[in-house]
């Protein structure tokens, strides 16, 4: 089954077993409230399930503990890891709301019929989301997600269809 990362593990806090978590999902409250499972993958070896026991939010990152974990030394080898979620734990998105695993990957096409290559990555620099279209031959294209540029996403055609706005293809 596929897994997202949903956060990353940089340090220990306390000595009740906390960790310290720098969130890397758009749904922290959803991802790390009591009672969530995650999963822990650290370098060789198995992923591990853990259950979120309590949790709370201390400046840009989220205090954790795991039912089972109740001390710092049961949760010293943690540091490192990477937090996921499975597949069937996605939320449900709004319309014309996209994973960027939905996205990448996806045939770019104008609003004339002309292939412009595909999403390499998606960049979230600011008001809204930046789409990184690979091009054969020339230098990457840059097009805001926005209901101007971005007119159509079929998922299941696998392709995209965007209208450039003058000036964005000599950026």
């Known amino acids: 089954m ?100 939905e996205i990448v990957g996806l045939d770019v096409f104008d609003d004339t019929g002309r292939e412009l290559g595909k999403v390499k990555e998606v960049l979230s620099p600011g008001a809204n989301d930046v789409w990184v279209i690979g091009r054969a031959n020339q230098k990457d294209l840059l097009l805001p997600y926005i209901e101007e540029v971005v007119l159509q996403v079929d998922l299941e055609a696998g392709k995209v269809i965007v209208h450039l706005l003058e000036g964005l293809e000599e950026l």
């Open 2 to 101: 596929e897994t997202y990362n949903v956060g990353k593990i940089v340090n220990t806090h306390g000595i009740k077993g906390e960790v310290r978590v720098l969130s890397t999902t758009d749904f922290p409250e959803e991802r790390f409230k009591i009672g969530s499972k995650l999963y822990l993958y650290q370098e060789n070896q198995k992923p591990q399930l853990l259950i979120v026991a309590s949790q709370r939010q201390h400046k840009n990152f989220y205090l954790l503990s795991f039912e089972g974990y109740p001390t710092i030394e049961s949760v010293e080898a943690f540091k490192g890891a990477t937090l996921k979620i499975r597949e069937d734990q996605l939320t449900e998105l709004s319309e014309n709301e996209y994973y960027v695993h």
